[in-house]
């Protein structure tokens, strides 16, 4: 597979605006932001999508986002935010490395719009589906 960006600017081959970085993780200003203060946040380890980053890495990046999004909050003070975190080509996903988004939501017109369209969900289905995603979890025990 191709270097990402991403792997470029861990490696410090290109710049970034550098925000945060421990042993596993980065956090730098968004290139092209929603928002003031628009951050991504991505593990050091080299992963395509979500479901192939190592427990340690998750970890690592679900230690550190609370005090980043406090950090992007105060400094852009604002209270409301959306996290995006895209996994895919068809799921909006433009560089293949891990990254959370932490986008500001300043007022109705900045930051992250959200096209929803919901469904709902009746319990014969509900109940297949609960089941089947718990015996696949029960199966990729680390
Ligand atoms: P995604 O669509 O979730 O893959 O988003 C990729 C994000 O990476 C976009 O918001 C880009 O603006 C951002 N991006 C791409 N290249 C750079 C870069 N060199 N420095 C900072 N952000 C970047």
């Given at each position: 597979?191709?270097?990402?960006?991403?792997?470029?600017?861990?490696?410090?081959?290109?710049?970034?605006?550098?925000?945060?970085?421990?042993?596993?993780?980065?956090?730098?200003?968004?290139?092209?932001?929603?928002?003031?203060?628009?951050?991504?946040?991505?593990?050091?380890?080299?992963?395509?999508?979500?479901?192939?980053?190592?427990?340690?890495?998750?970890?690592?990046?679900?230690?550190?986002?609370?005090?980043?999004?406090?950090?992007?909050?105060?400094?852009?003070?604002?209270?409301?935010?959306?996290?995006?975190?895209?996994?895919?080509?068809?799921?909006?996903?433009?560089?293949?490395?891990?990254?959370?988004?932490?986008?500001?939501?300043?007022?109705?017109?900045?930051?992250?719009?959200?096209?929803?369209?919901?469904g709902s969900l009746d319990s014969k289905t509900a109940e297949t589906v609960a089941q089947q995603v718990?015996?696949?979890?029960?199966?990729?025990?680390?």
């Open positions: 597979m191709a270097e990402t960006i991403f792997k470029k600017i861990i490696d410090g081959k290109i710049p970034c605006h550098k925000v945060y970085e421990d042993d596993h993780v980065l956090a730098f200003l968004d290139i092209n932001p929603l928002s003031r203060g628009h951050t991504l946040v991505i593990p050091k380890e080299v992963a395509e999508t979500l479901d192939h980053l190592s427990d340690e890495s998750a970890a690592a990046l679900g230690r550190v986002m609370p005090r980043i999004c406090r950090a992007v909050m105060k400094v852009t003070g604002t209270s409301e935010y959306n996290i995006l975190q895209n996994n895919g080509r068809g799921a909006h996903q433009a560089v293949f490395h891990v990254h959370f988004h932490i986008i500001p939501k300043p007022s109705a017109s900045e930051g992250l719009e959200i096209g929803w369209p919901l718990k015996q696949q979890i029960a199966a990729d025990r680390p």
